[in-house]
């Protein structure tokens, strides 16, 4: 029997963004721009590429602009339209009702808490996770990494989370796999860690940003501890279900940039102008100046 289809994606989007104050005092680091599209559209746009119908952003204080992003801007169309501008360059933003749920996180008590806050929404349905923070491009002609996460799990059903290889003395910044079979893209999952020391670490593998998982993951969540950082972490209630159902990773077949950190936001910025053919020569040739 085929798995149930990933139809909803879980957006934790409550953080402070405090590594870029000012910038984020009032502007959600989400709708921070990547060129001319903020943060969260290319998240919400790899996740339509992959046939998900609706997105439920868990939010916090000062963050309404991230709903507010996805509502038809009435008075902007009408001006756009009566002076002959081209409207389809909002057609990205625009999400029927119901398309767009927000839910808030009250108190920071970590990922895993956030995801939990979205239970009543999911439902008993897998559902997929996104993190902003983490761009994911596709290579060209290629496709997004949670669209070859549906394929891979439209095979498997279970769990699948996104990883990436990194520099062995970089792991204890993220969440890292203990690796089972490995067949092409994708790896089993015999365990889960979250921000080990370099020492311990169970391989250079780690989590980067994509899930897609159980609904009974959210029980697991409502009684979990805290764990690394003194928080609620996601990692912790996936490393409980291994073993109880089907856990594998997929490295994904394109680029990652973090734009949680402000060097892994140029580094996007400028990898998107360069790939986009509008801009691109002359972005090429100002940063080939501006390097001389």
Same mark, same amino acid.
């Given at each position: 029997?085929?798995?149930?289809?990933?139809? +909803?994606?879980?957006?934790?989007?409550? =953080?402070?963004?405090?590594?870029? !104050?000012?910038?984020?005092?009032? $502007? %959600?680091? #989400?709708?921070?721009?990547?060129?001319?599209?903020?943060?969260?559209?290319?998240?919400?746009?790899?996740?339509?590429?992959?046939?998900?119908?609706?997105?439920?952003?868990?939010?916090?204080?000062?963050?309404?602009?991230?709903?507010?992003?996805?509502?038809?801007?009435?008075?902007?169309?009408?001006?756009?339209?009566?002076?002959?501008?081209?409207?389809?360059?909002?057609?990205?933003?625009?999400?029927?009702?119901?398309?767009?749920?927000?839910?808030?996180?009250?108190?920071?008590?970590?990922?895993?808490?956030?995801?939990?806050?979205?239970?009543?929404?999911?439902?008993?349905?897998?559902?997929?996770?996104?993190?902003?923070?983490?761009?994911?491009?596709?290579?060209?002609?290629?496709?997004?990494?949670? +669209?070859?996460?549906?394929?891979?799990? =439209?095979?498997?059903?279970?769990? !699948?989370?996104?990883?990436?290889? $990194? %520099?062995? #003395?970089?792991?204890?910044?993220?969440?890292?796999?203990?690796?089972?079979?490995?067949?092409?893209?994708?790896?089993?999952?015999?365990?889960?860690?979250?921000?080990?020391?370099?020492?311990?670490?169970?391989?250079?593998?780690?989590?980067?940003?994509?899930?897609?998982?159980?609904?009974?993951?959210?029980?697991?969540?409502?009684?979990?501890?805290?764990?690394?950082?003194?928080?609620?972490?996601?990692?912790?209630?996936?490393?409980?279900?291994?073993?109880?159902?089907?856990?594998?990773?997929?490295?994904?077949?394109?680029?990652?940039?973090?734009?949680?950190?402000?060097?892994?936001?140029?580094?996007?910025?400028?990898?998107?102008?360069?790939?986009?053919?509008?801009?691109?020569?002359?972005?090429?040739?100002?940063?080939?100046?501006?390097?001389?």
């Amino acid at each position: 029997m085929s798995p149930k289809p990933i139809r +909803k994606a879980v957006f934790p989007v409550a =953080g402070l963004g405090t590594r870029f !104050l000012p910038a984020t005092k009032v $502007v %959600p680091k #989400e709708l921070l721009p990547v060129v001319d599209r903020p943060l969260i559209q290319y998240a919400v746009d790899e996740a339509r590429e992959a046939g998900i119908e609706q997105m439920i952003f868990v939010t916090g204080r000062g963050k309404t602009g991230i709903v507010e992003h996805f509502d038809i801007a009435f008075e902007l169309e009408q001006t756009m339209s009566e002076r002959g501008k081209d409207l389809s360059v909002l057609d990205p933003t625009r999400a029927t009702p119901g398309d767009v749920i927000a839910v808030r996180q009250q108190v920071p008590l970590g990922l895993g808490h956030a995801i939990w806050c979205a239970r009543a929404i999911v439902g008993d349905e897998p559902f997929a996770i996104f993190l902003p923070d983490e761009l994911m491009v596709a290579k060209q002609g290629g496709t997004g990494c949670m +669209k070859q996460m549906v394929d891979a799990y =439209g095979q498997l059903g279970g769990n !699948l989370i996104s990883v990436l290889e $990194v %520099p062995l #003395e970089q792991v204890s910044s993220y969440g890292v796999i203990a690796p089972g079979e490995t067949r092409g893209a994708l790896t089993e999952v015999k365990g889960l860690v979250e921000k080990p020391p370099v020492a311990e670490a169970p391989s250079n593998k780690i989590v980067s940003g994509r899930y897609i998982l159980q609904p009974e993951v959210m029980r697991v969540l409502e009684n979990q501890g805290k764990g690394a950082g003194g928080e609620i972490q996601l990692t912790d209630a996936m490393a409980k279900m291994i073993g109880t159902q089907p856990f594998h990773a997929v490295t994904f077949d394109g680029n990652r940039y973090d734009c949680g950190s402000k060097v892994g936001f140029v580094e996007a910025t400028l990898a998107i102008a360069l790939s986009r053919p509008d801009m691109g020569a002359d972005v090429r040739a100002i940063a080939l100046d501006l390097l001389k």
